[in-house]
């Protein structure tokens, strides 16, 4: 997005954070987390448990509110946004995907389009069936769109939670660990199917993620936190390094080159009984 004046251009990020901290009691969830990201970019965000990842993306949400600094969405403080604007422009996929319950693909898919719609349900000059329908066939769902959710798989619930984000045609895609309970499989087709997303449509992704592997080939920048703080912020490749991630995660790893990209791949030495390696 940019705002032009005159002759001049001036780029508008996506989203930034000032100075953000969350405090809970005397206990800082997040301190000074200051972040910029560029529309059409993809984040990593990484660290051990308990850095404040989750914490991070309930404030970038707008779901929960800084004790201290802000959170703008291309300009505007989100906090200025109603609940429904702010739907229409972020998008939040959680680890659990969707719950098992007795409503068909077709008509969970469908709720994406809530934000969009008035206090009728219905929308002007949008044949929902169609956004509908091609969703369904790109993510390979269309035989299963009048299948309850509680007769699929995992992997194909979090293909159907997808599926519904992707219908609400979000400008921002906020990610929990998305691929936490997905077989190898699940998980790289996940992350195609992501991928190929952000390349059409330029749709801006921001996911925590653990899997440092599938990080490193997927995001194209990391924000790294440590007990609530940025450890370090900048490209993937130059940030997954063995001193960084011996630093943050308290291991020795081996470091490789993916033998197609290049980027990095991360093996684990395992320890010896006496601690030694």
Same mark, same amino acid.
């Given at each position: 997005m940019t705002e032009q004046s005159g002759s001049q251009k001036t780029r508008i990020s996506a989203l930034e954070a000032t100075g953000l901290t969350r405090a809970f009691g005397e206990f800082h969830a997040l301190e000074n987390i200051s972040?910029?990201?560029?529309?059409?970019?993809?984040?990593?965000?990484?660290?051990?448990?308990?850095?404040?990842?989750?914490? %991070? %993306?309930?404030?970038?949400?707008g779901v929960d509110q800084p004790t201290s600094g802000s959170v703008h969405i291309y300009g505007k403080k989100v906090g200025s946004y109603s609940r429904k604007e702010l739907s229409r422009i972020i998008a939040v996929l959680q680890q659990e995907g969707l719950p098992p319950v007795g409503y068909t693909v077709r008509e969970v898919v469908e709720m994406g389009r809530f934000p969009h719609q008035d206090w009728l349900g219905r929308e002007k000059g949008v044949d929902v069936d169609l956004i509908t329908d091609r969703v369904l066939e790109r993510l390979g769902l269309i035989s299963l769109a009048d299948r309850a959710l509680d007769r699929l798989s995992g992997g194909q619930r979090q293909r159907v939670a997808l599926a519904k984000v992707?219908?609400?045609?979000?400008?921002? %895609? #906020?990610?929990?660990?998305?691929?936490?309970? #997905?077989? #190898?499989?699940?998980? #790289?087709?996940?992350?195609?199917?992501l991928a190929e997303w952000r390349q059409e449509m330029g749709v801006t992704i921001i996911a925590v993620l653990h899997d440092l592997n599938l990080t490193a080939q997927f995001c194209d920048n990391l924000l790294v936190l440590k007990d609530g703080k940025v450890e370090g912020v900048g490209a993937s490749a130059e940030l997954l390094t063995k001193e960084r991630i011996h630093r943050v995660y308290g291991v020795e790893p081996v470091m490789l080159p993916h033998p197609d990209s290049g980027v990095p791949q991360l093996l684990l030495r395992r320890s010896t009984r006496d601690g030694s390696r």
């Open positions: 972040w910029s990201v560029d529309e059409g970019s993809w984040w990593g965000i990484i660290g051990p448990n308990g850095s404040g990842k989750s914490t %991070l %993306l309930h404030l970038l949400s992707m219908v609400q045609e979000p400008q921002i %895609l #906020l990610l929990d660990e998305p691929t936490t309970y #997905l077989d #190898l499989r699940y998980q #790289l087709e996940f992350m195609e199917l």
